[in-house]
């Protein structure tokens, strides 16, 4: 109880800060547009959601909302003085950020907050950061506490040693050169143009306090076997000393319907009788309760999910290589979904506009999702999960202008190195979501290098899930799928006898709707603008494309990716508009058409 107490009280002082900081007086900058949840965004109560749904603790606080900014000359120190509040996590260049400035390669971005923390006895305080984008430094009370390089992979430092009586602060500062540097940065650039698009800068996820033991799980690591009816679960702990073990269980609705218990960094094998699987028609989840003990006294527990699915590529009864989920064949239909957003850039307004769509694409009867080159929060894949989506995972592009010949070797290898890493961080992040399906490491000819390497390197990772080494271009031979990218085809490569043919891309037709674009200099509107006028004619050529699209699959195409979800920026091919305002579609009928290319034969 005592513990609880203080627990709250620290709540309360957050929010008590809260308000002392203003935040009540934040707006949004006005913008070209908006979303049906730009003004539902609460200052106050930023992304509230628990922000990792696959280990679920209790004890942890939200630190979104405003903090104090400033851009200084990257040799600069920490500057003396703020330049005014930003809404965190929204990135400084989007209105929802209540600032909307660009920060150039030559320029530090800092982030300062107080907040109110207790020094617990026996626990350590947590700070955990969803994605920042790119090099990030953070000071608790003046004290260094940790430093991190990547876009897309959330990291945490233990700030315990750090913390005094009282308040706290915390300053971060990120550096983020975009398309000047070498790292992955999907579509990001700092001349939005065509297809590339607004750069994010800085905090871009949320950030969040958690209290935990001493000794406390870091991670699990799950695995499903429909063929043998377990579900495997790894635990490893920050203490990996001798006395401790732990319990695994899981429950169907709150009906325990399996235990485990063994060691840490083995795997416990949980018996899965009378098994539901996890499919786009069904997306059963048994919860999972896992918990540390030493010598026989619990210390620590947390709360997860797992789907027992199986994606696999098997040939059918006619010897064509298929993508086969829980050992049956399933065509896979889905759209590009690139993540943009017009008011939040990479982050979405609320959980609900996160939510809205992944279950917009289930309900136009679609099964698949290609995130492109772009990682999501966690959330979104728990709600991919919940709803029952496929996802064919992206990896962000990496540097764009590298060639394997490349004179400059520091170049390379810092590329090479900068790739690597955050593709293993991302993996080992995402392992556990049934929802993900494939793992796709190269776009096209984007950054793509020692091709053959980086499938086995993703094989060695995730040995359970399927490996479309590089979507349209540039194949290598290598890999699971063969795909090909075909405007507006549909297309598709001739059946091999080891990989699965399958259409990375195809589509994009387009079409302008009045007061939902996002283009305001029409001197440079894409040709598509001048063509992309009728309704009509898009739901034709779709229709058409639908009927070639049942022909190809009957020859042998094992999946399709439709471009795209909604309009971003100067694009409109989307399904829906770019503010999520209008669907471009007669709903029934086009629900019904996708419904009909995914069913069996």
């Known amino acids: 109880m005592r513990k ?111 907040f109110t923390a207790a020094n617990l006895p026996n626990k350590r305080l947590l700070l955990h950061f969803g994605a920042v984008d790119w090099k990030t430094t953070v ?73 935990v033991p001493q000794n406390a799980i870091e991670h699990l690591k799950i695995t499903p076997d429909i063929d043998a009816k377990t579900a495997s679960v790894i635990v490893s702990a920050t203490d990996q000393a001798t006395g401790y073990s732990v319990r695994a269980t899981a429950f169907d609705q709150g009906k325990k319907v399996s235990e485990t218990k063994g060691a840490l960094n083995e795997p416990l094998t949980l018996q899965i009788g009378d098994m539901k699987h996890w499919s786009p028609d069904d997306p059963f989840l048994y919860d999972l309760s896992v918990s540390l003990y030493h010598n026989g006294q619990k210390v620590d527990e947390v709360k997860s999910y ?18 086969f989920l829980n050992n049956k064949a399933l065509f896979q239909f889905g759209p590009l979904d690139q993540g943009f957003w017009p008011d939040g850039i990479y982050t979405a307004p609320t959980d609900e506009a996160l939510k809205f769509d992944i279950q917009s694409t289930r309900d136009w009867g679609f099964n698949l999702i290609r995130k492109h080159v772009k990682v999501e929060p966690q959330r979104w894949y728990y709600w991919c999960d919940k709803i029952g989506m496929l996802v064919w995972q992206d990896m962000p592009s990496g540097d764009k202008h590298i060639q394997p010949k490349d004179p400059d070797i520091q170049r390379v290898a810092q590329s090479s190195y900068n790739f690597k890493k955050e593709w293993k961080n991302l993996i080992d992040e995402h392992y556990n979501h049934p929802s993900i399906v494939t793992w796709v490491p190269f776009n096209e000819g984007w950054g793509q290098y020692e091709t053959a390497a980086i499938v086995e390197l993703t094989k060695k990772l ?40 399958v259409l990375g891309e195809f589509g994009g037709q387009a079409l302008v709707v009045k007061d939902h674009i996002w283009l305001t200099d029409f001197s440079k509107a894409p040709n598509h603008f001048k063509t992309s006028q009728s309704k009509s004619a898009l739901h034709e050529k779709y229709d058409v494309m639908m009927d070639s699209l049942m022909q190809l699959k009957k020859k042998g195409l094992a999946a399709a990716v439709y471009t795209q979800t909604t309009d971003v920026e100067i694009e409109v091919n989307g399904i829906m508009t770019y503010d999520r305002k209008v669907f471009k579609f007669d709903k029934d009928h086009f629900k019904k058409i996708n419904s009909e290319v995914i069913m069996d034969e």
Not at 64 to 93: C, H, M, R
């Open 139 to 211: 000071w608790i009370n003046g004290k260094k506490v940790g430093t991190h390089q990547g876009g897309y992979d959330a990291f945490s430092f233990d700030i315990t040693s750090a913390l005094r009586k009282g308040q706290q602060q915390i300053v971060v500062k990120v550096w983020d050169p975009t398309d000047k540097g070498f790292q992955p940065i999907g579509k990001q650039t700092l001349n939005p143009r065509g297809i590339w698009y607004t750069s994010t800068t800085g905090i871009w996820q949320t950030v969040w306090l958690e209290t």
């Open 462 to 501: 995730d040995p359970t899930r399927l490996v479309n080494a590089t979507t349209g271009w540039s194949d290598r031979n290598t890999g699971d799928m063969y795909d090909k990218h075909d405007y507006p085809g549909p297309g598709m490569f001739p059946v091999s006898s080891d990989r699965a043919s």
């Open 306 to 323: 797992f789907g027992m699915r199986k994606i696999s590529l098997q040939k059918d009864d006619k010897g064509i290589p298929r993508l």
């Open 4 to 114: 609880r107490v203080i627990f709250f009280l620290v709540c309360y002082a957050f929010a008590s800060l809260n308000i002392a900081n203003g935040q009540t007086s934040w707006k949004p900058v006005k913008g070209t547009l908006t979303t049906p949840w730009t003004n539902k965004v609460n200052p106050e109560k930023v992304l509230p959601d628990y922000p990792r749904p696959q280990m679920v603790r209790e004890g942890w606080q939200n630190l979104n909302g405003l903090w104090n900014y400033a851009i200084t000359p990257i040799l600069e120190d920490k500057p003396t003085e703020w330049q005014g509040k930003i809404l965190v996590p929204f990135s400084i260049e989007s209105d929802l950020s209540g600032v909307k400035k660009a920060v150039g390669p030559e320029e530090i971005l800092w982030y300062q907050r107080a």
